[in-house]
């Protein structure tokens, strides 16, 4: 959950003509987020350094940058989401975490599952998109987000992440008129997970059916 900002007039005026959705997600408290960002950039290896630095760079020059950080259990992956988003958020800005399974999500910092964020519909095919309207307050947070985090993604069908490309393509649109013709419409998205853990679960499926799911077959 956000941290609660102890200045409260300084709460409404970023939540000024804003939408509950984008207030929810300014409702932290930027100061202690600075200092445990600092104190997170300390304790980071070499290795998680340079994928924090790649990261930042592709979400600060605003190019389309999609990565995906592969490790098995415990090699701190989480850690990293953490310090990107304490950066992104210590700085008023948006940072959408997500995971693929609920107790995944409650590791994460304001962390969502990503059905729920992002209304991905239940039944999925090639041709799919998200239960997100143009102009709605869902298609706001995104539009305003600097970064996507999706942790534990090799567990969902592809078809649920390829709906989502699909989707922001199109309500980036107004905003970025090359979204159709970038990846997640240019936005900076960050995958996570162990491919070798768990794949997504396929009712009555073979083994090609089940490797035509996973997010490597997208």
Same mark, same amino acid.
């Given at each position: 959950m956000p941290y609660p900002n102890t200045d409260t007039s300084f709460q409404q005026l970023m939540c000024s003509g804003l939408n509950s959705l984008i207030c929810d997600e300014l409702r932290y408290n930027r100061r202690k987020l600075a200092g445990e960002h600092a104190a997170y950039l300390q304790q980071l290896t070499d290795e998680q350094r340079?994928?924090?630095?790649?990261i930042m760079e592709a979400?600060?020059?605003? /190019?389309?940058?999609?990565?995906? $950080?592969?490790?098995?259990?415990?090699?701190?992956?989480? !850690?990293?989401?953490?310090?990107?988003?304490s950066a992104v958020r210590s700085k008023g800005q948006i940072a959408l975490a997500v995971a693929s399974s609920g107790i995944a999500s409650l590791l994460l910092p304001g962390g969502r599952t990503a059905h729920s964020r992002f209304a991905i519909p239940l039944n999925l095919d090639e041709f799919s998109t998200c239960n997100i309207k143009q102009g709605s307050t869902l298609a706001e947070l995104i539009t305003k987000a600097k970064i996507?985090?999706?942790?534990?993604?090799?567990?969902?069908? /592809?078809?649920?992440?390829?709906? $989502?490309?699909?989707?922001?393509?199109?309500?980036?649109? !107004?905003?970025?008129?090359?979204?159709?013709?970038?990846l997640f419409g240019g936005k900076t998205v960050v995958f996570g997970g162990d491919i070798r853990q768990i794949l997504p679960v396929i009712p009555k499926g073979s083994r090609q059916d089940i490797v035509n799911a996973t997010i490597n077959s997208s």
């Open positions: 340079v994928v924090y630095k790649s979400m600060n020059s605003g /190019r389309d940058g999609v990565f995906f $950080l592969y490790g098995y259990g415990s090699t701190r992956k989480t !850690f990293v989401w953490k310090t990107l988003a996507i985090i999706w942790d534990e993604a090799p567990m969902v069908n /592809r078809l649920c992440i390829e709906a $989502l490309d699909r989707t922001m393509r199109d309500i980036l649109r !107004f905003k970025n008129t090359n979204s159709e013709n970038q």
